[in-house]
Nanobody
Framework: QVQLVESGGGLVQAGGSLRLSCTAS????????MGWYRQAPGMQRELVAS???????NYVDSVKGRFTISRDNAKNTVYLQMNSLKPEDTAVYYC????????????WGQGTQVTVSS
């Protein structure tokens, strides 16, 4: 099993920045991709950004140029730097870990709320 603990959510004004962190523990050697998903009220959960072995990344079009995913392998931690935030970025953000940067893996964090005020 892999456990994921997220931090860094909060309330920010439009145009501001936040950085989310997700630290993995447990059988971390069994995974080779991590990512961030988000779910707004009444909406389906969507992939925001992901990173896999070799540091290949994937972003949803709506965040390209504003969000950056990165990772620190020594700390088993993945980050999501979110700049130029918009009210439509408001959602619960979930860390995910698995085997592919395009498909959700089996491990999820508890979620962290990001609220962007206009």
């Amino acid at each position: 099993q892999v456990q994921l603990v997220e931090s860094g959510g909060g309330l920010v004004q439009a145009g501001g920045s936040l950085r989310l962190s997700c630290t993995a523990s447990g059988r971390v050697f069994s995974i080779n991709a991590m990512g961030w998903y988000r779910q707004a009220p009444g909406m389906q959960r969507e992939l925001v950004a992901s990173i896999a072995s070799g540091d290949s990344t994937n972003y949803v079009d709506s965040v390209k140029g504003r969000f950056t995913i990165s990772r620190d392998n020594a700390k088993n931690t993945v980050y999501l730097q979110m700049n130029s935030l918009k009210p439509e970025d408001t959602a619960v953000y979930y860390c995910n870990a698995g085997y592919s940067r395009t498909n959700a893996g089996p491990y999820w964090g508890q979620g962290t709320q990001v609220t962007v005020s206009s």
